[in-house]
């Protein structure tokens, strides 16, 4: 089955600087790859998502690249705010809406 | 746009009773939901899929007898804990796709659950 790798599993950042957040998967036939924002205590918000025939994907601060050919992608935030700070997690899909997540990476952003 | 609602968002309940778990789709119909288990500080873990008019699928470690999942509606899925331990005390989603092949899956809030 597929396996997600995220990393880090931590990230600090001033406010204004860029994040990112890397994900290795491991089944080639995965073709959907969505990122998602969770703050505590409630459930994955989407931000961004990328399918396989797409090399990248921008939505204002938020950008998503994909190397189909080294099965990885990452996510980019530019111009962090203290709203950004909550945990991240990536994920891969090869079928209708079930996906293998990624072990998160918490996201701090201080001001 | 496409919304999931899930409840109860936190549930307390005493060791060997159940507790049941909705999850509902409000604008759009859903024939598959898949309900996920997340423990402290971890990823969301698949644990079932649920399919509508037929028996859920489970994912492997995931004990079917204990966690029964009924779609009776396409706009309605059960997660049923049944003879609750504290180490089933967890975070609960549910998620559904609305349609097509790797569209977007829209999730719940999530429903706490506190088994004591």
């Known amino acids: 089955g597929e396996n997600v790798e995220q990393h880090p599993s931590t990230l600090s950042v001033q406010e204004g600087d860029s994040a990112v957040i890397k994900c290795t998967y491991s089944?080639?036939?995965?073709?959907?790859f969505p990122w998602y924002k969770q703050e505590l205590g409630k459930g994955p918000q989407l931000i961004i998502d990328?399918?396989?025939?797409?090399g990248e994907k921008k939505d204002q601060r938020i950008a998503v690249t994909l190397n189909k050919t080294a099965k990885h992608f990452s996510l980019h935030i530019t111009e962090t705010q203290p709203e950004d700070s909550a945990v991240y997690f990536c994920a891969a899909s090869d079928s209708w809406g079930k996906f293998q997540f990624g072990a998160g990476t918490q996201v701090v952003v201080t001001p | 746009g496409a919304v999931v609602s899930q409840h109860p968002s936190r549930v307390i309940c005493k060791s060997g009773t159940s507790v049941k778990i909705e999850c509902r789709s409000l604008?759009?119909?859903?024939?598959?939901m898949f309900w996920y288990r997340q423990f402290p500080k971890q990823s969301l873990m698949l644990m079932a899929t649920?399919?509508?008019?037929?028996?859920?699928?489970?994912e492997q470690g995931v004990e079917k007898d204990k966690f029964l999942i009924n779609h009776a509606s396409l706009t309605l899925s059960t997660l049923t804990v049944t003879s609750a331990h504290p180490e089933d005390s967890s975070f609960y989603i549910c998620?559904?796709?609305?349609?097509?092949?790797?569209?977007?899956?829209?999730f719940g809030q999530g429903t706490r659950l506190t088994v004591v």
């Open positions: 990328i399918r396989s025939n797409v």
């Open positions: 604008d759009f119909q859903a024939t598959t």
């Open positions: 089944d080639s036939a995965s073709n959907y």
């Open positions: 998620s559904a796709p609305r349609e097509g092949k790797n569209t977007e899956a829209f």
């Open positions: 649920s399919n509508e008019g037929s028996k859920a699928t489970y």
